[in-house]
Structure formats: C-alpha cells, structure tokens
C-alpha cells in the first residue's frame, strides 16, 4: 500500500468496467475511422452497432433496405465490409461487443474469418455476439426467423464457441430493450431469467455439450440491462438479477463453481428517459442512471456504454459521444469510487427490496414456466401483451403529472440551449448518397468476389450445403463459416435460411392489451372519443378507421404500440399489422381497410425516403383525402420538408400527450373532408 492509501484506510483500487461507445454508421470505412479515434481517446472496448439490413438479414440493394443503409449503425454485407472495418485493429487485442442477434451466427463467422486472416488465435478472441432472439419478438423487431430455428441458431452458437473460442460470450441474454417497452423491474428480472433457462435448457438438451462442460456454458452466458433513473430501484434490481441467477444455475443445472455462477453484465444506460425537451437534462440523468450500475461493488456492471445527451435528436457527432466516454473517465480515475468494498452491504433498506424483488421476480418466471418457457409464452402473445399494458400504464401516469419528468410535465420554462442553437449541427446526419453507394458496392461485389485478389470459390456450393445442414440436426457454424470464406452476402445468407426455416411475424400485443385510461366522464379521453364519435356520424360511418404503419425495418414499435392502443380507447377502429411493410402493403391495407387516417412511425431516420413514397401512392390511387400522420425522431428540418410534401402532422418525442395526438388526427380526418371543426369544451 502507498503512504496516501495509509493514511486513507483505503486498499488498491479495482479495475474499471470495460469502457464502451455504441458505435457505426453510413460505411465500413467511416466507422472504422471512427473506432480507431474512440480507442485513441481511452475507450477500452468496441460495441458494434449495426444497420437494420444487416440486422435483418437483408443485403443493402433490398427493396425494405431502402431508406435504412447505415442510417442506425454500419453496413456488413460481407467479408469484404467486414475487413474494411476491422482494418488497423488488432481483433486478438480487442474485446468486441456486436448488437446482433437474428444474424449473429452469420457476423461472428465473417468475424473470425476477418481474425484469422489477421493471423490471430481464435481461441483467444474475446468479445460480445448479443444474440438473445426472444427480445426481438417483444421489443426491438429484428427478428426473422420462428423461434425454434432462432434458438437452434444460437444453441449451435454457443456450442460452437464453448469449443473454439472459450473467450468469447455467444449470447449477451437482453433485459435493456424490455424496460424500453415498458417492463416493471420485476418484469426485466423475470423475462431476461426465463429467457436464459429457455437457451440454457436447449443446449443442455442438444447433446452437443456434455453435461461436465455446461459450467463452461454458464460462465460465458453474459446480460445486457438496463439503468433507469430510479437509482435505489435499479440498484437492487441488479443485486436481484445475481442472487436469482446463482440459485438458477446451481439447483436447475447443478452448477457447482461459484464463480461460474457469477451474473456478468454489461450495461447501457436508460435511452427510453431521455427527452427531447431541455435535452441538457439528460446528461445529469445518464450521470446518475451509470451510477446505479458501478457504485456497488457486488453487483458492479463489467462494461458500460452510455448514449449521448442529444440521442433523441438524432445520431450524435463524435463529440457527444466523446462526451459521454468521459463521463465514465471522471468516475473510473478521478473520484474513490473503486478503493473500496460494497458500501450497501448490511444496508437493511437494501436488503429488503433487493428480497421484494426477488421474490416477486421468481413468482412471475413459475408462471412463464408453467406456460411452456419463454418462446411459448412469446408464441402465446403473453409477454408482449404485458409489455404493452405496462408501456401504456407508464405513459398515463406521464400525461397525469403522476410521473414528473423535468422539463416535459414540470418545470418546462427553460432558457435558449446553446447547444441546440443549430439543430443541423447538433447531430450527425447521414449524406443520403450513401445508400447509393453501398448498394452499387454490393452489386460490384457480388459481381467481382470471384476475382483477384480475393478469388472467392463460388457460393453456390456453400449456400447449398448451408441448406442441407439447416434441414438435418448438424450444428450451422461450420456451413456458415464456409458461406463466409466464399464471400457469400448477409442476404444470401439469410435467404438460404429462410428458404428452409421461414420467416415468423411477432404477435403485436395491440389488440390483448387492457385499457390503460378509463373514459372517465369530463376527462381528455372522453371529450376526444366523443370527437371520434361525432366525426364518423358526419361521414356516414359506423367507426372511424386508422391504419398505423411500419414501414421499413425499424423495429422499435413501442410508439406506435401506444398509439395503437389510446386510438382503440378513443373509439378507433384500429389497423395495425405489425412491424416492417413496405409503403406499398400500408397502401394496400390502408385502401382495402377503406382507412380514415394513416399514421406512419420510423424512429430509424428512414421517414425522409419511406412518408413520401406512402405520399405518393396514396395520390396515385386517388386517395389524397387520406391525411397521413408521421411520428418518430424526426429532426425538425425534416419535419419541415414532410409537411411540405403533404404530411398533415409530425409527432416527435417531445409530444408525450398521446391523447392529444389522437385529437389531433380527428381534427385532421375533419379538415381532409372538408368538415366543420368541433366546438372543444372549455
């Protein structure tokens, strides 16, 4: 010990947590650019974010790919791209984290191709493929395959890496994104644990890992979470979250090692709290959100990311994120933080809602269980349904000034934001002419891979033995590496495995969710259903029709989810088919539906290409009287140009009265057909 340590009562400080920025967009040249500058500024990990093509499994010339090509993170159409990345970046140095989970198997095969070709060890690799499927289905939406084939893919994975790259987790269980729809802490518990047996059931079960190595299983199962700003609640949620994993592991799977039984996490803070409002106020709450997750010592995250404060903006520039990297410096290597044990143990107030929690938690995963698991529970709608009431519940206790939130319900007189004083250089825009050139970069690819000097083999072979192995019980990986030595792209892929497994629409949970605000006579929602009412009299219709649409691959529904949900209240009769259509089906729906409004939500950035295409083929079918509604995040210089082709309104974060919203779109039904507006009671 120092004299200073001494002198303090202090011992050695721990380690920091693994030091992240998710990360990527527009090419694979721009994001590697950008990777080397984050490690040159002390950032200790890569997370890789990915656009919602390659999420999706789609290649970027796609027709649903339009409008999304490096638009949320960064274009991996195949080895190529994938080179280009990692290009300067020593991958056996690195501990990469890649948000990827339909085609996660795909991306860590062109992973450790991009290793090897490096003259790596592979066994050495360490790093992060996200890959928890059944999240998508209730959350995030980029799913593709059904859930069988889903938890093949990554059962196969995990086997796979157990035996040849015993560094690496093959699956990062995500109970983030179910709090960003809405789930309770209880809910967060008892999903992402129910969803961990239901993978850690399926491997033990495949026979491709003997009973003596699923210690070795359990020990690489890592968790993503959540961090809200209800500190002392998180707190004890990640306290929770260990204590029921180490019961899990030893009495389901008799797992004897205590530390392969250690809940290991990483962590990005709460996104869903972020406002667009005084969004300076997010940097205080990202501050103390990474808090709840490192200042306990026993249930300390082992890597954290944080979002930018300008996040519900837009993309944010290098800067911003600089920002919130050292964010996590000043905490690490300027304050006491890590000198010293856990300093809420013996904390009674601790001890009692970390065993609420607990108990709560492992009542609600006996019921999934006794529904079948996790995917017969996704399958049932069970858990979306919860989702989306619990979602709905949070954002009526928002509207009521029930749950404050700073500078949107209370306290919103603010001075000008100096940093906001020019949007269009508040966030990172994408150049649209991107997209044109990766999509001719795709097709220039696909056209040349078998030349010098990458003198690729055809694929034809690959993709066929691809398909055999999906059809017969061999474990994906070694077809899938092949298909990546072949240069294969991440839309062959995916379609060979299509071809086999189909493709799987996830259950909305709109229709099964119970209403979240009363119709209480003289309420808000009461005067805007009467408005519903009388403006389907005036037309000669029995119900008033709105179409909420998806278009693209963005698969955030949670807005439109809500919206869906208080139109239903408000007496709508409701449209809703789920997540990614193309602008033709919501055409199609919207004129076979005889719809009278059309509200489209894009949170991915897609809106300046996907509204105006809807705007369009609606003129064409001679539907001009349908107004069309745009929600999402949406900068207001975007804004702008959609009302100026014809949009009737722009919704973005900052507009939280859902109510409001719904009378909004009556008064725009009323203005498209020519309609006397109604007399609001005072």
Known sequence: MTERQIAQGTREKDRPWLMRTYAGHSTAEASNELYRRNLAKGQTGLSVAFDLPTQTGYDPDHILARGEVGRVGVPVSHLGDMRRLFQDIPLEQMNTSMTINATAMWLLA???????????????????????IVKEYLSRGTHVFPPGPSLRLTTDMIAYTVSHMPKWNPINICSYHLQEAGATPVQEIAYAMSTAIAVLDAVRDSGQVPQERMGDVVARISFFVNAGVRFVEEMCKMRAFGRIWDQVTRERYGIEDAKQRRFRYGVQVNSLGLTEAQPENNVQRIVLEMLAVTLSK????????????????GLPTPWDQ???????????????????????????????????????????????????????????????????????????????????????????????????????????????????????????????????????????????????????????????????????????????????????????????APIAVPVEPGSALAEVRARVDATARDLGSGKLRFLVGKPGLDGHSNGAEQIAVRARDAGFEVVYQ?????????????????????????????????????????????????????????????????????????????????????????????????????????
């Open 110 to 132: 062109l992973y450790q191709v991009v290793a090897e070709e490096q003259g790596a060890d592979i066994t050495r690799l360490q790093g992060t493929t996200q890959n928890d």
């Open 298 to 313: 026993d249930a300390r995250a082992r890597a954290v990311q944080l979002p930018a404060w300008n996040e519900a903006l």
């Open 322 to 512: 600089q920002w919130s990297l050292r964010i996590q410096q000043v905490l690490a290597h300027e304050s006491d933080l890590l000198e010293y044990e856990d300093i809420f143990e013996g904390s009674h107030v601790v001890e009692k809602k970390v065993a609420q929690l607990v108990e709560d938690s492992l009542a609600e995963m006996d019921r999934i269980q006794e529904m079948g698991g996790a995917m017969a529970a996704v399958e049932s709608g069970y858990l979306k349904s919860q989702l989306v009431s619990s979602h709905a519940e949070r954002r009526a206790r928002i509207e009521s000034g029930q749950e404050k939130i700073v500078g949107v319900n209370i306290f919103e007189t603010t001075e000008p934001n100096p940093l906001t004083a020019d949007l269009d250089t508040a966030i990172q825009t994408v150049d649209p002419a991107v997209e044109a050139r990766v999509v001719a970069a795709i097709g220039h690819w696909r056209d040349t891979r078998y030349q010098p000097p990458f003198n690729h083999p055809r694929p034809c072979k690959a993709l066929e033995r691809l398909k055999e192995a999906a059809k017969g019980t061999d474990n994906l990986m070694e077809a899938t590496l092949e298909c990546a030595r072949a240069g294969v792209t991440t839309g062959e892929w995916a379609g060979a495995l299509r071809e086999v497994f189909g493709e799987f629409r996830a259950p909305t949970g709109v229709s099964s």
């Open 578 to 682: 789920g997540i990614r259509l193309t602008p033709e089906q919501i055409v199609d729906a919207a004129l076979a539906e005889d719809v009278h409004a059309v509200g489209l939500s894009i949170l991915s950035g897609s809106h300046a290409q996907l509204v105006p295409d809807v705007l369009e083929r609606l003129r064409v079918a001679g539907a001009t009287d349908i107004p069309v509604i745009a929600g999402g995040i949406i900068p207001n210089g975007d804004a702008e140009q959609l009302r100026e082709a014809g949009v009737a309104a722009v919704f973005t974060p900052k507009d939280f009265d859902i109510t409001g919203i719904i009378g909004r779109i009556v008064d725009e039904i009323r203005k498209a057909n020519k309609l006397d507006p109604l007399e609001v009671p005072a």
